[in-house]
């Protein structure tokens, strides 16, 4: 089946011949069994709530069959998939290699815990190619992690060189894959041994639930990811699941237009003087591009743009002119959004060396000419405050 089908049919309830178009929520913690063999039965798939109930197996159904993978697990937020995904295969004296072009708190959960338990992180150019990334690999690299494209620059990665040099090793291939709402992008497919997505983001798709994702490529690597959530008590309630699972069938219609709108508004934006650079993968000024354009079917709605110098106080009135644009952490919901970064500070592999101000959008589902009036109220309220 085609995603736009699976995103469809994948994770309905099947159990009994009348049933509600799509699994109900189900809150429990105790599960009953009516008799010791069902006890035993029943301990392969649902014996407790904090392990799932049918609304999280469901959900899980619905992912695995998306990213084309194993298994799914579900961990509370995009960042305890992040990390949950590490610990399930370092222990004391191994080597992780990080892009450094990864979501902040997954750099500070490298640099910060897993350094008090003894695990040495190693941070590497995001567009590095294979040769570069297998000089960097040693005895004990247990996890090579990538973000594809990188937060805040959008470095696209070349995962089949990443998998290759990783696995050379015996290490793992970890992708965050957020980005591509595991509807543009698969790397599961690519060679990845773990593609997780902080599910809040499109495949919600309504920001109002925290919710990740863990998707295993085969039995032994699921079956580590597994005992790593349960050891951690970790757990997502009922309902949240039941979110997620109705945001996904909607997936494909969403990213379609956040595409298109983002499209729109690079266009837009390049013909900007006030403009330095547009930091999207689909663009071929993007690092990465043309890995891009063989490893993804699309681009979603989530993009950079590097503004040419600007006092703070010229780019605070940008900010503050914007009527449809929300100010705000996150994005993959049905919002535009747009805030300011600093990808500076979070660089120890390589430097960050534009100098203008740095801007993250997020184009939503407005109308796309309501959008551009709003942009253009912020440059006409910058220009003003440069007076």
Request: aromatic letters at 10%; a neutral charge.
């Amino acid at each position: 089946m085609k995603d736009k089908t699976k995103l469809t049919v994948a994770g309905r309830p099947h159990h009994r011949p009348a049933h509600p178009v799509n699994t109900p929520v189900e809150r429990a913690s105790t599960y009953l069994f009516p008799t010791y063999d069902d006890y035993v039965e029943g301990a392969k798939s649902i014996t407790y709530g904090r392990l799932g109930t049918p609304t999280h197996r469901a959900f899980e159904e619905a992912v695995t069959a998306l990213e084309g993978g194993f298994e799914t697990r579900l961990a509370p937020s995009g960042l305890a998939a992040c990390t949950a995904s590490l610990l399930a295969f370092v222990e004391a004296g191994d080597h992780v290699l990080m892009t450094d072009a990864a979501y902040d708190p997954t750099r500070k959960f490298c640099e910060r815990f897993l350094k008090r338990f003894g695990v040495e992180t190693t941070f590497y150019d995001p567009v590095a190619g294979e040769a570069e990334i297998a000089a960097l690999m040693r005895p004990n690299t247990k996890v090579i992690f990538a973000e594809s494209p990188g937060s805040l620059t959008f470095e696209v990665q070349d995962l089949p060189a990443l998998a290759r040099a990783a696995h050379a090793k015996g290490a793992k291939l970890i992708v965050d894959n957020t980005w591509s709402g595991g509807y543009f992008c698969k790397p599961i497919a690519l060679g990845a041994d773990v593609s997780l997505q902080a599910a809040t983001k499109y495949l919600v798709g309504h920001a109002d639930c925290l919710v990740g994702t863990l998707t295993s490529a085969d039995e032994q690597t699921a079956q580590k990811i597994y005992y790593a959530l349960l050891q951690l008590g970790s757990n997502v309630s009922a309902d949240d699941a039941y979110l997620a699972l109705r945001g996904m069938r909607t997936l494909s219609a969403r990213l379609e237009r956040h595409q298109e709108n983002a499209g729109e508004i690079v266009k837009w934006l390049k013909k900007r003087d006030e403009v330095e650079r547009i930091l999207h993968p689909a663009q071929r000024t993007c690092p990465g591009h043309n890995v891009w354009k063989r490893d993804f079917t699309g681009a979603s709605g989530l993009f950079g743009v590097v503004l040419k110098p600007a006092p703070l106080h010229a780019v605070k009135a940008f900010f503050n002119a914007f009527k449809l644009f929300g100010i705000g952490f996150s994005w993959g919901g049905y919002e535009s959004l747009a805030i300011p970064v600093k990808p500076e500070n979070y660089r120890t592999a390589t430097d960050w060396k534009e100098e203008g101000p740095v801007l993250r959008f997020h184009a939503g589902l407005e109308d796309i000419e309501d959008l551009k009036i709003d942009l253009e109220r912020a440059f006409i309220a910058m220009a003003g405050a440069r007076k």
